[in-house]
T-cell receptor, first 113, second 113 residues
Framework: NAGVTQTPKFQVLKTGQSMTLQCAQDMNHNSMYWYRQDPGMGLRLIYYSASEGTTDKGEVPNGYNVSRLNKREFSLRLESAAPSQTSVYFC????????????FGQGTRLTVV | GEDVEQSLFLSVREGDSSVINCTYTDSSSTYLYWYKQEPGAGLQLLTYIFSNMDMKQDQRLTVLLNKKDKHLSLRIADTQTGDSAIYFCAEGENSGGYNKLIFGAGTRLAVHP
């Protein structure tokens, strides 16, 4: 089972460029999430989608947009990248209330110069 | 707002027990989690505990929860070099449709011979 797959694994952007981080899960989960991880800090929630067709802001949504394309896919877009968005981005999925475990992708390491 | 705190570093000798501590602030959390992150990888769920439990044991792992003090600990018995990783404590805000996680900064466990 692939679980949660993120692409790309690494990316370098110039300030002001845009890009979309892709995430897909094959576990038929309803809920999907985007987190960012910065040195010395835990993961912080950017956006989440409780079900297909819905999205909600998390703790740090500014500078990001998301699209829940279908049940499998949840993308994160940076419209105008800034150095402060240099981070490792993790996508996750879960299937509450049946199962509280969140499954994480391998992460995308993004550097904005 | 919610906050999760944990010490940043722990060093133990192989074969000893490791105890990683965590404090949290949101008394309404239904679940509390321990995740493990190995270098360059995503997060892997180790174990979780319901907020109405005091203890949970799973092979070499023992989780203790003190609700009064909002203190959570993870004990790893017979620690091995393969246990070297970053361990994240997280509290969960759960509803029927999603489970948002609030993470601590992570404890880096170093196991030496």
């Amino acid at each position: 089972n692939a679980g949660v797959t993120q692409t790309p694994k690494f990316q370098v952007l110039k300030t002001g460029q845009s890009m979309t981080l892709q995430c897909a899960q094959d576990m038929n989960h309803n809920s999907m999430y985007w987190y960012r991880q910065d040195p010395g800090m835990g993961l912080r929630l950017i956006y989440y989608s409780a079900s297909e067709g819905t999205t909600d802001k998390g703790e740090v949504p500014n500078g990001y947009n998301v699209s829940r394309l279908n049940k499998r896919e949840f993308s994160l877009r940076l419209e105008s990248a800034a150095p402060s968005q240099t981070s490792v981005y993790f996508c996750a999925s879960s299937d509450p209330p049946r199962n509280t475990e969140a499954f994480f992708g391998q992460g995308t390491r993004l550097t904005v110069v | 707002g919610e906050d999760v705190e944990q010490s940043l570093f722990l060093s133990v000798r192989e074969g000893d027990s490791s105890v990683i501590n965590c404090t949290y602030t949101d008394s309404s959390s239904t679940y509390l989690y321990w995740y493990k992150q190995e270098p360059g990888a995503g997060l892997q769920l180790l174990t979780y505990i319901f907020s109405n439990m005091d203890m949970k044991q799973d092979q070499r792992l023992t989780v203790l929860l003190n609700k009064k003090d909002k203190h959570l600990s993870l004990r790893i018995a017979d620690t091995q070099t393969g246990d070297s990783a970053i361990y994240f404590c997280a509290e969960g805000e759960n509803s029927g449709g999603y489970n948002k996680l609030i993470f601590g900064a992570g404890t880096r466990l170093a196991v030496h011979p």
